[in-house]
């Protein structure tokens, strides 16, 4: 896994993501599925303008790149104007059970699970702060 590379996801009814055909940035093989338990996180933006959302992934990847986590931009067909980030890793199950005993929850409902395992559903600002705080302090200590 690569520390930076961001890859744009679609969604299959079972909740497993699917490497769309245009990447952005980095390589990955065609139909490759990234399972629920590999997200670590989940950032759904309320009314975010373009501007604002490419300087919110470029922060969150400045942040995370050295720890061999991956960002997907996610689509979500029920609504195209809402967007998401995620953030994924192959130990993403265990990374989200170590961040919950440095107090970052995020909100999980039956749809969530479905789609993303049990990873936070993070909606607000200050929640993905924190999250990326607490995400930073485990992989530095180790999970």
Not at 66 to 94: F, M, T
Not at 111 to 117: A, D, M, R, V, W
């Amino acid at each position: 896994m690569h520390g930076n590379t961001v890859f744009s996801y679609h969604f299959t009814n079972a909740g497993n993501a699917l490497f769309d055909t245009a990447l952005i940035g980095g390589d990955a093989p065609q139909g490759e599925i990234v399972r629920p338990h590999e997200f670590v996180f989940v950032y759904q933006a309320q009314d975010t303008n373009e501007a604002n959302w490419n300087s919110l992934t470029e922060m969150i990847r400045d942040r995370l790149l050295v720890y061999s986590l991956e960002i997907a931009l996610l689509d979500n067909h029920q609504d195209q104007s809402q967007k998401r980030i995620a953030v994924v890793h192959k130990h993403g199950y265990l990374i989200v059970q170590s961040m919950a005993y440095e107090g970052a929850v995020g909100e999980f409902n039956f749809q969530h699970i479905l789609e993303f395992g049990f990873a936070p559903v993070l909606t607000r600002h200050i929640d993905l702060l924190r999250t990326l705080k607490a995400l930073e302090f485990v992989m530095k200590t180790g999970y």
